[in-house]
């Protein structure tokens, strides 16, 4: 198969369309024809080395981590998928033709769902989804603010957040605020703009996904008892603020949020936005161009 193959870690110069052997699934893995997989910043810092010492590449290497394809084969004690099934999910390796994936981290594609633009949806909806019911344990009525909000993973939490109830208040730059409203929130934050900051009442949670210098303001808005959940790490300053709770979320895997996720998007109640797609030869460039940002995720089609 072709694939994006890294020998080293550093920028996107490292990263070769070439031959690489084809994957074969293990006894509960699932290989799949590779529809479309998409970038995310994870796959930036892990190509740079920046996650080595938590996701380290095997050189010579393939990573990538959202999925979207069509299963060609079903290891032995694989149970509720077949040959040609749509499925996605998160994986590891997808910058390919094929890949393997636990069969238990799969779902089957909802049939509204374009094939391709499926791969948007994994890693930044399972985040989001998982940055406020595991990290910030929203409940009814609590306020809560979610910074990058118009970032894919931060829509995800906001409309999540939404669903249980919660006050929600989208925090972005001034340059998003008028995009911002969209999100139908309670009240839109400009966060780079000390006095909109300032004039935050307390709450009950942030859930964050830009942490910086935002999150080591943002804490100090946190009641006493409260939560900070990041996607990030803590804020530098954290310790200076002992009655916060600070929850670090890592996603993981669960095809039950991925499908609630993704009837979101098909019910048009959560929009994913996709900036540009490309082929999967070009990932290169791809990353090169997402280094200068893109509104939105970018798809890489082999």
Same mark, same amino acid.
């Given at each position: 198969?072709?694939?994006?193959?890294?020998?080293?870690?550093?920028?996107?110069?490292?990263?070769?369309?070439?031959?690489?052997?084809?994957?074969?699934?293990?006894?509960?893995?699932?290989?799949?024809?590779?529809?479309?997989?998409?970038?995310?910043?994870?796959?930036?810092?892990?190509?740079?080395?920046?996650?080595?010492?938590?996701?380290?590449?095997?050189?010579?290497?393939?990573?990538? #981590?959202?999925? +979207?394809?069509?299963? *060609? !084969?079903?290891?032995?004690?694989?149970?509720?998928? @077949?040959? &040609?099934?749509? $499925? /996605?999910?998160?994986?590891?390796?997808?910058?390919?033709?094929?890949?393997?994936?636990?069969?238990?981290?799969?779902?089957?594609?909802?049939?509204?769902?374009?094939?391709?633009?499926?791969?948007?949806?994994?890693?930044?909806?399972?985040?989001?989804?998982?940055?406020?019911?595991?990290?910030?344990?929203?409940?009814?009525?609590?306020?809560?603010? #979610?910074?990058? +909000?118009?970032?894919? *993973? !931060?829509?995800?939490?906001?409309?999540?957040?939404? @669903?249980? &109830?919660?006050? $929600? /208040?989208?925090?972005?730059?001034?340059?998003?605020?008028?995009?911002?409203?969209?999100?139908?929130?309670?009240?839109?934050?400009?966060?780079?703009?000390?006095?909109?900051?300032?004039?935050?009442?307390?709450?009950?949670?942030?859930?964050?996904?830009?942490?910086?210098?935002?999150?080591?303001?943002?804490?100090?808005?946190?009641?006493?008892?409260?939560?900070?959940?990041?996607?990030?790490?803590?804020?530098?300053?954290?310790?200076?603020?002992?009655?916060?709770?600070?929850?670090?979320?890592?996603?993981?895997?669960?095809?039950?949020?991925?499908?609630?996720?993704?009837?979101?998007?098909?019910?048009?109640?959560?929009?994913?936005?996709?900036?540009?797609?490309?082929?999967?030869?070009?990932?290169?460039?791809?990353?090169?161009?997402?280094?200068?940002?893109?509104?939105?995720?970018?798809?890489?089609?082999?």
């Amino acid at each position: 198969m072709k694939a994006i193959v890294v020998s080293q870690y550093g920028g996107p110069e490292v990263m070769e369309y070439k031959d690489y052997p084809d994957p074969s699934p293990g006894p509960d893995e699932v290989l799949v024809r590779v529809a479309a997989t998409s970038i995310n910043p994870f796959d930036l810092m892990r190509r740079s080395g920046q996650a080595k010492d938590f996701a380290p590449i095997a050189f010579p290497g393939v990573f990538g #981590v959202d999925v +979207a394809g069509t299963v *060609v !084969g079903c290891g032995k004690n694989v149970r509720g998928f @077949s040959v &040609g099934d749509r $499925v /996605f999910g998160m994986a590891d390796r997808t910058y390919a033709e094929l890949c393997v994936v636990k069969a238990e981290s799969l779902a089957k594609i909802p049939a509204p769902l374009d094939l391709i633009e499926a791969a948007a949806i994994p890693l930044v909806t399972t985040t989001g989804y998982q940055l406020i019911m595991r990290g910030a344990l929203v409940q009814p009525g609590q306020s809560v603010l #979610v910074t990058g +909000a118009v970032g894919s *993973v !931060g829509r995800s939490a906001v409309f999540t957040a939404k @669903s249980l &109830g919660a006050k $929600v /208040f989208a925090g972005v730059r001034k340059a998003q605020v008028e995009q911002a409203k969209a999100l139908d929130v309670a009240g839109v934050v400009a966060l780079d703009d000390k006095d909109d900051v300032a004039a935050l009442r307390t709450l009950d949670a942030v859930a964050d996904t830009v942490n910086g210098a935002t999150a080591e303001l943002l804490i100090g808005k946190v009641k006493g008892g409260g939560l900070f959940a990041s996607v990030l790490g803590p804020p530098k300053n954290s310790a200076q603020f002992p009655a916060v709770k600070v929850v670090p979320i890592y996603s993981q895997p669960d095809p039950k949020a991925l499908l609630q996720m993704a009837k979101a998007v098909t019910e048009g109640k959560l929009t994913i936005p996709i900036a540009a797609k490309r082929a999967l030869k070009d990932a290169a460039e791809a990353h090169a161009e997402m280094a200068k940002g893109f509104n939105g995720k970018v798809l890489l089609v082999p």
